[in-house]
């Protein structure tokens, strides 16, 4: 049996997919442990997992207000925030706990998620073996491709935290996608696994008595950003008022038309096989789990990856984007009618659910960390 | 007003939709990221548009620059590039 240590950043989820891939680790009778932010970890694992800290609640209140900035900000101000501001700075304030962890711990292979820096390098240091765990399928072609001069200025970043770049491992990258999503061709490493759904920890409570007959939509537009948030939100509010559909909307409570089940928070994955379609702005575990219960999107993106993510969605055919700082109910409820009426839609989620089946989810994963200790 | 930047305009108005730039005036100031708050989508399809017309090539105009100028990419910088190319 063998030690399989992850290191993780405060985000959810960044560790909804190695609470899976881990939980499935564990049934084979294998220790896991992760390290991160305990309060952020401890309703996404089981209660005995074994969770080292590396970020404290002060610091992750820092990243939560550095967050909202972040929300504010747009085009390559966001990129520049994102690296100076949050990811290196992460990386350097996990660094201390995850060397404890390791030296603890003592794991075969570190999987370090790949906005968790601290990983790669103290692995490095402790000459052990480390994988990636790529929260999103969105960087695997590098989105500055494009901007050479954009692109030094990350590597030099990360020479300067890790004396390399680290973005990806060169023995294993857990994409939780397929192929049927991202074209390209990448290297032996890079392995598509699918969304990793299984041994998943969903505490959320859900009001399932009040979920009516006929169809059902999820809207999950993740943390609300400002006024365009609010004016996005207004438009959905208003495009789904006199459809015939319920609608569930992750959003603090406000007035609403009686169709809407508007709630905090929702056990996501409870909920898929109970829906029809999902509107999100593009979040990459949102849309994968839709997918992977063959439901078709309609995927209004904000930032960072979600542009990928919704074009990938596109290209399947799978759903419909929208322009989130500029659609009005109108295009909100024409997007929704087309992927609930027009059957190419659901049938193209259905091939997506096809190929994520194939790719193994977290059973794929654990073989494949499994191949890694073994040499 | 220069006629490089009327038609630049035109074109931004036309890919961002004239609802959304009411009360925002298209000037050489103007910048993509802070005042337009240009969408990927959107900005390549401004990209195609200024292929189509000036047979200008926008991404390979951006690939020259560092973080900090794109940043500061304003519309007088396009049109004073178009200029220099037609």
Same mark, same amino acid.
């Not at chain 1, 695997?140 to 954009?150: D, E, G, Q, Y």
């Given at each position: 049996?063998?030690?399989?240590?992850?290191?993780?950043?405060?985000?959810?989820?960044?560790?909804?997919?190695?609470?899976?891939?881990?939980?499935?680790?564990?049934?084979?009778?294998?220790?896991?442990?992760?390290?991160?932010?305990?309060?952020?970890?401890?309703?996404?694992?089981?209660?005995?997992?074994?969770?080292?800290?590396?970020?404290?609640?002060?610091?992750?209140?820092?990243?939560?207000?550095?967050?909202?900035?972040?929300?504010?900000?747009?085009?390559?101000?966001?990129?520049?925030?994102?690296?100076?501001?949050?990811?290196?700075?992460?990386?350097?304030?996990?660094?201390?706990?995850?060397?404890?962890?390791?030296?603890?711990?003592?794991?075969?292979?570190?999987?370090?998620?790949?906005?968790?820096?601290?990983?790669?390098?103290?692995?490095?240091?402790?000459?052990?073996?480390?994988?990636?765990?790529?929260?999103?399928?969105?960087?695997?072609?590098?989105?500055?491709?494009?901007?050479?001069?954009?692109?030094?200025?990350?590597?030099?970043?990360?020479?300067?935290?890790?004396?390399?770049?680290?973005?990806?491992?060169?023995?294993?990258?857990?994409?939780?996608?397929?192929?049927?999503?991202?074209?390209?061709?990448?290297?032996?490493?890079?392995?598509?696994?699918?969304?990793?759904?299984?041994?998943?920890?969903?505490?959320?409570?859900?009001?399932?008595?009040?979920?009516?007959?006929?169809?059902?939509?999820?809207?999950?537009?993740?943390?609300?950003?400002?006024?365009?948030?609010?004016?996005?939100?207004?438009?959905?509010?208003?495009?789904?008022?006199?459809?015939?559909?319920?609608?569930?909307?992750?959003?603090?409570?406000?007035?609403?038309?009686?169709?809407?089940?508007?709630?905090?928070?929702?056990?996501?994955?409870?909920?898929?096989?109970?829906?029809?379609? !999902?509107?999100?702005?593009?979040?990459?575990?949102?849309?994968?789990? /839709?997918? +992977?219960?063959? $439901?078709?999107? @309609? &995927? *209004?993106?904000?930032?960072?990856?979600?542009?990928?993510?919704?074009?990938?969605?596109?290209?399947?055919?799978?759903?419909?984007?929208?322009?989130?700082?500029?659609?009005?109910?109108?295009?909100?409820?024409?997007?929704?009618?087309?992927?609930?009426?027009?059957?190419?839609?659901?049938?193209?989620?259905?091939? !997506?659910?096809?190929?994520?089946?194939?790719?193994?989810?977290?059973? /794929?994963? +654990?073989?494949? $960390?499994?191949? @890694? &200790? *073994?040499? | 007003?220069?006629?490089?930047?009327?038609?630049?305009?035109?074109?931004?108005?036309?890919?961002?939709?004239?609802?959304?730039?009411?009360?925002?005036?298209?000037?050489?100031?103007?910048?993509?990221?802070?005042?337009?708050?240009?969408?990927?989508?959107?900005?390549?399809?401004?990209?195609?548009?200024?292929?189509?017309?000036?047979?200008?090539?926008?991404?390979?105009?951006?690939?020259?620059?560092?973080?900090?100028?794109?940043?500061?990419?304003?519309?007088?910088?396009?049109?004073?590039?178009?200029?220099?190319?037609?």
């Amino acid at each position: 049996m063998s030690r399989f240590l992850f290191v993780v950043p405060p985000l959810t989820g960044h560790v909804n997919p190695t609470a899976s891939v881990g939980g499935e680790l564990l049934a084979r009778g294998h220790e896991v442990a992760w390290v991160g932010h305990p309060g952020t970890l401890a309703p996404l694992l089981p209660d005995d997992a074994v969770v080292f800290p590396a970020i404290d609640d002060l610091l992750e209140a820092d990243i939560r207000t550095k967050r909202e900035r972040w929300l504010a900000l747009r085009g390559m101000a966001v990129v520049k925030f994102f690296w100076e501001e949050f990811l290196i700075p992460l990386g350097h304030a996990m660094v201390p706990g995850v060397a404890d962890a390791v030296r603890e711990f003592a794991p075969d292979v570190v999987v370090a998620d790949q906005q968790a820096l601290a990983g790669p390098l103290v692995a490095g240091h402790a000459g052990l073996p480390w994988v990636t765990s790529a929260s999103t399928s969105a960087e695997l072609i590098n989105p500055l491709r494009t901007m050479p001069k954009v692109d030094a200025w990350v590597r030099d970043l990360l020479h300067g935290f890790a004396g390399g770049d680290i973005r990806f491992s060169d023995r294993l990258v857990l994409v939780y996608s397929s192929a049927a999503l991202v074209a390209g061709e990448f290297g032996e490493e890079v392995a598509f696994v699918g969304p990793a759904l299984t041994h998943r920890v969903e505490r959320v409570e859900f009001p399932w008595h009040r979920l009516t007959g006929g169809r059902r939509v999820l809207v999950s537009l993740g943390t609300l950003n400002g006024p365009a948030g609010e004016r996005f939100l207004n438009q959905v509010l208003e495009a789904v008022a006199d459809l015939d559909v319920q609608v569930i909307m992750v959003a603090e409570p406000r007035p609403c038309p009686p169709n809407v089940l508007m709630l905090p928070s929702v056990p996501q994955l409870a909920l898929m096989p109970h829906l029809d379609a !999902v509107i999100t702005h593009g979040g990459h575990n949102t849309v994968c789990e /839709a997918l +992977a219960h063959g $439901l078709p999107l @309609v &995927v *209004a993106p904000i930032r960072d990856d979600q542009p990928t993510v919704a074009a990938q969605v596109v290209a399947a055919g799978a759903g419909v984007r929208l322009t989130y700082s500029r659609a009005r109910a109108a295009d909100v409820r024409s997007a929704l009618e087309s992927v609930l009426d027009e059957p190419e839609y659901a049938a193209a989620a259905e091939l !997506v659910r096809e190929s994520f089946l194939a790719a193994g989810g977290a059973t /794929a994963a +654990a073989d494949r $960390l499994e191949k @890694v &200790v *073994a040499g | 007003m220069d006629e490089v930047l009327r038609q630049v305009a035109e074109m931004i108005t036309e890919v961002v939709g004239p609802d959304f730039l009411l009360g925002v005036e298209i000037t050489r100031d103007t910048t993509f990221s802070d005042d337009l708050g240009l969408e990927s989508i959107e900005f390549v399809a401004l990209a195609d548009k200024l292929n189509a017309h000036y047979g200008v090539d926008l991404v390979a105009f951006l690939a020259d620059m560092d973080i900090d100028e794109i940043m500061a990419m304003s519309v007088g910088r396009l049109v004073d590039h178009i200029t220099a190319r037609v």
